[in-house]
């Protein structure tokens, strides 16, 4: 038997706003945008860091106060998500240029390079070149 984390809902404001930061800053891949009719405003969106991912983030854009006090803030203000990397150097300085706020500066440690940065909404992310043994 073989099982995986397909996806990860992560609340948005706005899902255009979201996917424009995600593919913009990031270089993601916008995987599906699609209308869900029977649902009000609401779309089904992926995002992806590469058109291979096999893992993908659903933009689940809040639809309520109680949702809403949750954007930028899922994990409580820890490190939220983690995007591992084979090139830490290109991909820091590529965030970098598109104007991506770190928090923590590149650091070595015995498990990889790691850098810590928030999202458009202040969620933050680990992005991390991990050691291959």
């Known amino acids: 038997m073989t099982r995986n ?57 809040a639809s309520t106060e109680h949702q809403s006090q949750f954007i930028g803030n899922q994990s409580g203000g820890r490190v939220f998500l983690f995007l591992y990397t084979t090139d830490f150097s290109q991909d820091y300085s590529a965030f970098l240029s598109n104007g991506v706020e770190f928090i923590r500066e590149p650091e070595s440690h015995s498990y990889g390079r790691v850098a810590v940065f928030k999202d458009l909404y202040g969620n933050l992310w680990d992005l991390i070149e991990p050691i291959i043994e």
Do not use: C, M
Not at 5 to 13: D, P, S, T, Y
Not at 24 to 53: C, H
């Open 5 to 61: 984390i397909g996806k990860v809902a992560i609340l948005v404001k706005d899902y255009d706003e979201a996917i424009q930061w995600y593919t913009g800053k990031l270089n993601f891949k916008l995987i599906e945008d699609k209308p869900l009719p029977d649902q009000g405003d609401k779309r089904w969106v992926t995002i992806a860091p590469d058109s291979y991912s096999t893992f993908q983030l659903l933009l689940a854009k």
